[in-house]
Structures are given as C-alpha cells and as structure tokens.
C-alpha cells in the first residue's frame, strides 16, 4: 500500500498512546523533525485528561495496554472528541480492525509498520478532520424533510437539533450528497474519503457506513443510504 505524504502543519498536536520505549522514540524522533508536537501516555491512564486540557490534534492509540483496554479508551475518546484517533497495534486481525472502526477510530495502522505508511495515515487522516473551508454559494443541503446538512459549517441537524457525526462519518456523507443518487464504488469512496492508497480497505466503508445509518435512519424510516451488493452505495433521490 502506497500513500503521498506531507510535511506537519505548525503546531500540529500528536498524542501517542503506546507503552513500548522503543516504538515510542521511534515515532517521537520521526515526527519532531517533520514539526509535529509530540504528547505520550505509556499506559493510558490520563489520555482523557490530556485530551481536554492539551487538546490534541491526532491520537495514535495503541490497543495493548498496561492499565486500560485500548478498545475501551477509543469509546472513551470518541465519546467525548471529534480528534482523529489511528489505531497502531500488533493485532493485526480483521476483528480487531472491525472492532475500532466500530468504536469510532478513523485509521487502523498494524505492527511492525514503515515511518512513511505512519507519516501518510496522519496526513490522510489530518486532512479529513481539519479540512480546508468550503466555499459555495449555498451550504445547506436538504437530505429528508426534518434532515439537513449544512456543508460549511460541517453540522447535520434533525428538526434543527445537531447530530454528532465524526470527521470521516461527514466526509463519507458530503460524498454521497454531492453525488446524490449517483452509485459510488467502494473504491471511489475509499480514495476520495481516506485518501489514495485506502481502495482495497472495503470493509471501512462499510463499518462508517453502518455508523452513519445508525445516526440518520430512524427505525421504520425509508433508507438513506442505499446499497448495490459487492460495488458500492449511493444516497436515495431527492
């Protein structure tokens, strides 16, 4: 698997939650000197903490860990932060991988790993939770009649009530409302969502995919987000 990488926007804020020394000089000394801030917890215990009081742009979570189920901390995390989390671990099965995306982590990285897949996950990731501005005449998308979305403002609301949706969760859906009722394939979706390099990662679509039907489709509601078996999805028509 092959990613473009880039340098760290200044003062990017990096939380590396890993218990092994070794791995931790390793990611330390490759990020310092591309301009990353670098923040560790060996054992999880103050993530939570340092998350609101150093607010940090990016996790890298390991999920074999001292004090705490690394599972347990991404639900943690994602519960009360929008911050890009990317799983580093050893567990390298497709359970594994599942499971966090399930629980809300954007990226799943496994050991051993080069510096320069590590390097092109946080930009690619990066690049979906700080995202440039858009820029468009008009920003608020009718998606069903209490359904909005506002693209500017990157909010979903029902009957004027905010949904949280995670960065990757609204970068998924923006795809799929600007192609409205057009069939994008997994492989469209993965490059244009988690960037080049991600086209054969299938089942990530389809984990967010599901986190986004849980958040917009009601029970007993038409669907949303309608699925061609073995391509790939595309939002209902207006």
């Known amino acids: ?22 791995i931790v000089d390793l990611i330390r000394s490759n ?3 591309r301009g990353f801030e670098t923040l560790v917890s060996t054992d ?27 599972f347990e901390l991404c639900k943690q995390v994602r519960e009360r932060s929008s911050v890009g989390v990317i799983v580093v671990s050893a567990r390298g099965g497709d359970h594994d991988k599942v499971a966090a995306l399930n629980l809300g982590a954007d990226d799943y990285l496994t050991k051993p790993f080069s510096i320069d897949e590590l390097l092109a996950r946080i ?23 209490d359904l909005e979305m506002d693209l500017a ?12 949706l995670t960065p990757t969760e ?19 979706l993965l490059r244009r969502v ?4 991600y086209e054969t990662e299938t089942e990530y679509v389809r984990v967010y995919v599901r986190r986004l039907r849980a958040k917009l489709e009601p029970e007993g509601s038409p669907p949303l987000i309608l699925t061609q078996p073995r391509v790939g999805y595309r939002l209902a028509p207006e």
């Open 1 to 22: 698997m092959t990613f473009p990488t880039s340098e760290a926007p200044l003062a990017t804020k990096i939380l590396v939650v890993e218990d092994d020394p070794n």
């Open 31 to 33: 990020l310092a000197v």
């Open 44 to 70: 999880g215990g103050r993530v939570l903490q340092t998350l609101e009081t150093e607010r940090p742009d990016l996790i890298l979570l390991d999920l074999m860990l001292p004090s705490i189920d690394g």
């Open 123 to 145: 930009a690619a990731t990066l690049r979906r939770t700080r995202p440039a501005p858009v820029e468009m005449q008009s920003t608020r998308i009718a998606l069903t009649d």
């Open 153 to 164: 403002n990157r909010q979903v609301t029902r009957d004027g009530t905010g949904l949280h």
């Open 170 to 188: 609204f970068a998924l859906l923006r795809e799929l409302v600007v192609n409205r009722g057009k069939l994008l394939t997994h492989a469209q």
């Open 194 to 197: 988690w960037g080049p390099g």
